[in-house]
């Protein structure tokens, strides 16, 4: 029978243990140790039955326990004292408030930090991978370093889905309904205590509503907000349904919410709280970019300013940074062009932003572009003053898949820059080895070594001794096989074994064996099977008679992609069979809690992608700071890191070629001596240096590597670090360059916003016309100079609009310029007869080879973050792009 409606009862706590609440509503509990020992202490069975879920465990521990831990002192003293650590956790002046004071100009007053999911604990599962995972660990780095981010998202009720593996092997989803009442949110009330409430119109005269939950990430507020109101239609209370599910209108809807509901969330949340309004808006790829029309159209309806839409289009641009998380234009965004036009017109219109303007904004205007097609991270790239990639291999990448908004400008000086990402270290680091570290340099060090990324702190561990490092790592190895042995005995009792049938399952894996661990998503880039290219080969290292090696898989496929489910299938299939099933071991619904066991316990993270498809990678970042060894693709982070001593690099096959066509015959090849490579590289150099043990049966060249990975990637991998940088590199100018603009009632915006469009209107007028040098033989000296004297044309614009650059460097068999130097030449004199202005300056020739030069003229305005910010440069007749036409 089923119940006709479901409600949540929940516990009366005695007066006593009332901060069990409160310690309880506030995340923090899943990444300090102390919290969850205090919560399993509660109820150590009940604890487990719900996951390690503080919220579900109140609800359910037995009033009996409760009315007994009311009247326990020595646990009423562990409550107090934790209760009372939170606190001044949640006040004490942390790193950015220290350096607030120490910092001549402000720094942001709040940030508002936009993701379509976040991973913060298993017990909120409002995530489906990286991305979420990555947002979910900068709000807990921001928290721990105090910095004042306001994170945003939407709370879907049937959260991404949970995994289970048919008989055959083929991946099943279910969607598990999410009661609110049983989480750790709480509900937006205005002051009359009636929900909180977002409104956005729709076409056809409809409103979509949402409710704004509120969860506490430690010192941080995440806004998520919730269709599933009485106050929609079933249509719009499907919208938050579940995460990445529906199609293109239902997506469009989620991202029109994310984005201008989110806004409006923020500002409800700040009127009723008193928080800071945020001076900087933190966009994550293009699901949130409707926010910034949104704070176009605030602007643009607000009295004291008067801005028109360029104006508070500058004025918006100035504080908003966009942050790309994919390396290719297939993991981007794009609607239908009408689609948009129908939810930004008409009777849905935003006042005083033209539904022109947004579609400008998305447009798809470069070369091979598609006018039908709205382009998200096109909009987010032109609501954004300053833009990222994730690693620096990454930025690369995105400045050349986004070149065609910067016409005339190569790829790298494309206004993208790069922020490596971090992993959050009390998440992801295991009790144990916080434990040993603490023990060789403390534990206040050691939790400011995790908080803030110095590499200051991290220095000592290279102290502690080879016995200690060996037997954490048998100790991590050993939980990790019980873990796995769990898991897999319920997968295969729901995949309809009988348990007479499962005797098996005691004996797989060796917590003395070398352990290989792969999980991650399953898109086909990923290569979740290129193990098993040569199956005998595999077989051979699985069953090696003195060198085995064992490897546990865990990833999930997007429901729609049959493909990815194939790739599962075929894992599985390898994984069952029973010769060596004892050595390899597929497990099903990868989460947050399973990683929390995989990373610590393997000996080896593999990584195989694509090269260069992986935009950072940070599950070996995780795996690495347990002293787990990276073999990987030099893709992301590791292409970055990678030093030789704390991992492997797996040789790929365009090294010496160039990239393969991934639709042609070559991608089998290139996969075959990939595949290759990695059985090559297990087999005679991990395998190899893992089982060399001295007298004492130590293996003293690994354990040498596992020091070297944590003293030297320890502080780099962390989200502290990443965050520290965004603050000094991003998030502080951007929240200087909006105060210039927006204060003083715009005028700033105004003033910027005019002359850019006179700029625009003249440029087709500037020229640069003659360019002459005192180069008496085409071979020059090293240190020797070329006096250049250029004539340019600037119509109606004045000398103060522009620069006149000398562009100068090698030069290849094209007169491509690379590793270019830039010379700003000067103006001597006023205009000459025919409106021409002479630049001068001295080119120093300081490199040997082929050296050439080219001049170019590009708007100069001090409020511009970049020189191609306008997209706009002139160039000689001769010269194209950063061709060298002039000299060589």
């Not at 909120?124 to 928290?143: E, N, R, T, V």
């Not at 690369?396 to 490596?420: H, K, Q």
């Amino acid at each position: 029978m089923k119940a006709i409606r479901r409600f949540t009862v929940r516990t009366v706590l005695p007066e006593q243990l009332q901060p069990l609440h409160e310690l309880a509503l506030n995340l923090r509990w899943s990444w300090h140790p102390e919290t969850r020992d205090l919560f399993r202490s509660v109820d150590p069975e009940v604890w487990a039955a719900t996951g390690e879920d503080p919220v579900r465990l109140l609800g359910e521990v037995p009033a009996a326990r409760l009315a007994a831990l009311a009247a326990d002192r020595r646990f009423l003293r562990r409550l107090g004292d934790l209760a009372d650590d939170l606190r001044e956790y949640l006040t004490g002046p942390r790193w950015y408030q220290t350096r607030q004071q120490s910092d001549a100009a402000p720094l942001p007053a709040a940030i508002a930090y936009f993701s379509p999911e976040y991973g913060i604990a298993a017990a909120l599962p409002q995530y489906s991978g990286g991305l979420g995972i990555l947002a979910g660990d900068h709000l807990k780095a921001a928290s721990d370093l105090g910095v004042p981010v306001v994170g945003v998202g939407l709370f879907y009720r049937h959260g991404y889905f949970r995994q289970s593996l048919s008989r055959d092997g083929w991946q099943q989803e279910r969607y598990p309904l999410l009661d609110p009442d049983e989480l750790a949110v709480s509900l937006l009330r205005e002051a009359d205590g009636t929900p909180g409430r977002v409104d956005l119109a729709l076409p056809g005269g409809r409103t979509l509503a949402a409710h704004i939950w509120k969860a506490q990430v430690g010192r941080v507020p995440l806004l998520l907000l919730d269709s599933d109101i009485e106050a929609n239609s079933p249509a719009e209370r499907d919208v938050t349904d579940r995460l990445y599910g529906g199609g293109s209108e239902h997506r469009l809807l989620q991202e029109m919410l994310l984005g201008i509901g989110g806004v409006r969330a923020v500002r409800a949340y700040c009127r009723l709280t008193g928080h800071p309004a945020p001076d900087v808006f933190h966009t994550n790829e293009g699901h949130a970019g409707f926010l910034g029309v949104e704070r176009i159209r605030e602007l643009v309806a607000d009295d004291r300013t008067g801005l028109d839409f360029a104006a508070a289009l500058e004025a918006v641009r100035a504080g908003t940074l966009f942050t790309t998380h994919t390396p290719v234009p297939a993991g981007i965004d794009r609607f239908d062009r009408e689609l948009v036009a129908r939810h930004f017109g008409g009777d849905a219109a935003l006042p005083g932003v033209p539904v022109e303007q947004v579609l400008a904004l998305g447009a798809e205007s470069w070369q091979d572009g598609d006018p039908k097609l709205f382009n998200m991270a096109a909009m987010g790239l032109r609501l954004a003053q300053r833009a990222n990639g994730v690693s620096t291999l990454h930025g690369e990448v995105s400045r050349s898949m986004f070149n065609g908004l910067w016409p005339g400008f190569d790829p790298a000086e494309v206004p993208i820059t790069s922020v490596t990402n971090g992993v959050h270290a009390a998440t992801w680091i295991d009790p144990a080895v916080v434990r040993l570290g603490a023990a060789e340099i403390g534990a206040e060090r050691a939790e400011e070594a995790m908080t803030t990324g110095e590499s200051k702190r991290w220095t000592g561990l290279e102290r502690i001794g080879n016995t200690e490092v060996w037997q954490l790592r048998r100790a991590l190895r050993a939980q990790l096989v019980e873990e796995a042995r769990r898991r897999l005995h319920a997968s295969w009792r729901r995949r309809g074994a009988g348990e007479a049938e499962l005797g098996w399952v005691s004996s797989v894996l060796d917590p003395d064996v070398l352990t290989i661990g792969f999980a991650r998503r399953v898109p086909s880039y990923k290569r979740l099977t290129l193990m098993l290219r040569d199956q005998e080969r595999l077989r051979a290292l699985l069953l090696h008679p003195t060198r085995p090696v064992q490897i546990v898989v865990a990833g999930k496929a997007h429901p729609a992609d049959d493909g990815g489910k194939r790739l599962i299938q075929q894992m599985v299939a390898f994984a069952d069979d029973p010769a060596v099933r004892h050595r390899i071991v597929f497990l099903p619904d990868y989460d947050m809690a399973m990683a929390q066991r995989l990373y610590p316990g393997c000996d080896v993270w593999l990584n195989n992608p694509l090269r260069p498809l992986e935009a950072c990678g940070t599950s070996g970042m995780k795996a690495a700071l347990n002293g787990c060894l990276n073999l990987s693709v030099l893709d992301g982070w590791w292409d970055e890191w990678f030093d030789g001593r704390n991992g492997w690099a797996i040789p790929t096959a365009d090294e010496s070629g160039g990239a393969l066509d991934p639709d042609s015959g070559e991608a089998e090849r290139r996969d075959d001596i990939e595949a290759a490579a990695l059985y090559d590289l297990i087999e005679n150099q991990v395998a190899a240096r893992f089982y060399d043990r001295d007298a004492d049966g130590l293996p003293q060249q690994w354990i040498a590597m596992v020091r070297h990975t944590l003293v030297t990637l320890g502080p780099k991998v962390l989200a502290g670090r990443m965050v520290r940088e965004y603050v000094e590199r991003l998030y502080a100018p951007a929240a200087q360059a909006q105060r210039e603009l927006a204060g003083q009632h715009g005028h700033g915006a105004r003033e910027l916003a005019l002359w850019k469009a006179t700029v625009r209107e003249a440029w087709p007028a500037v020229r640069v016309e003659h360019v002459e040098a005192d180069c008496p033989t085409e071979a020059q000296e090293l240190g020797s100079s070329l006096e250049l004297r250029v004539q340019v044309a600037l119509g109606t614009l004045r000398p103060g609009d522009v620069e006149v650059q000398a562009v100068s460097g090698r030069v290849d068999e094209r007169d491509r310029i690379s590793d270019a130097c830039l010379l700003a030449l000067k103006p001597v004199g006023g205009p000459d007869l025919d409106g021409r202005i002479r630049y001068e300056g001295s080119l120093e020739l300081c490199r040997t080879g082929p050296f050439g030069y080219t001049v170019r003229v590009l708007p100069a305005h001090p409020r511009l973050a970049s020189p191609a910010e306008l997209g706009l440069v002139a160039l000689p007749a001769e010269s194209a792009g950063m061709d060298a036409g002039l000299l060589r």
